[in-house]
């Protein structure tokens, strides 16, 4: 067997495994979505059902800890919990897939700016989730989805 013919059938099998391993890629891309659309949902809607726990705490917080831009304490206090329970939902459902995670990838880069005190671990965790964010944003929620329901 000459070195070309060698080469040649290396690089046609070399060709033919990443061709599979692609396409095996490509059925978990449903499922990973899911999971990234679940774990992001927790962490956000989680935050939100704390606020609720103790409103005076929370307004608390955002009258002294949280330095939102441009809004008074009280109405912060209101969207950022808003955002946080309605949000995550359509994230879980996959409704608004694209939306949702841009608000909430909005809504992380506040949280990050308003926060002066926020360990650099804590910072780690909200670049994490907006990656997460910005992955639904630009490849959508997967097959497993509403949106894709609709749009049939």
């Known amino acids: 067997m000459s070195t070309t013919t060698l080469s040649y059938s290396l690089f046609a099998r070399a060709a033919r495994i990443n061709a599979a391993v692609a396409q095996f890629?490509?059925?978990?891309?449903?499922?990973?979505a899911l999971a990234i659309r679940v774990y992001v949902a927790?962490?956000?809607?989680?935050?939100?059902?704390?606020?609720?726990d103790d409103w005076s705490l929370t307004v608390a917080l955002f009258e002294n800890e949280y330095r939102v831009p441009?809004?008074?304490?009280?109405?912060?206090?209101?969207?950022?919990?808003?955002?946080?329970?309605?949000?995550?939902?359509l994230l879980l459902?996959?409704?608004?897939?694209?939306?949702?995670?841009?608000?909430?990838?909005?809504?992380?880069?506040?949280?990050?700016?308003s926060y002066p005190?926020?360990?650099?671990?804590?910072?780690?965790?909200?670049?994490?989730?907006?990656?997460?964010?910005a992955v639904l944003a630009v490849y959508g929620p997967g097959r497993l989805a509403v949106d894709r329901w609709l749009a049939r």
């Open 42 to 52: 927790r962490v956000f809607l989680l935050s939100g059902l704390t606020k609720l």
């Open 117 to 133: 005190d926020l360990s650099d671990a804590g910072l780690k965790d909200h670049v994490l989730w907006g990656a997460l964010l």
């Open 25 to 32: 890629c490509d059925r978990l891309q449903s499922l990973a």
């Open 70 to 89: 441009l809004l008074s304490p009280a109405v912060a206090a209101l969207a950022g919990t808003a955002a946080e329970l309605a949000l995550p939902v």
């Open 93 to 113: 459902l996959g409704l608004g897939t694209r939306f949702a995670a841009l608000a909430l990838f909005a809504f992380n880069v506040v949280a990050v700016i």
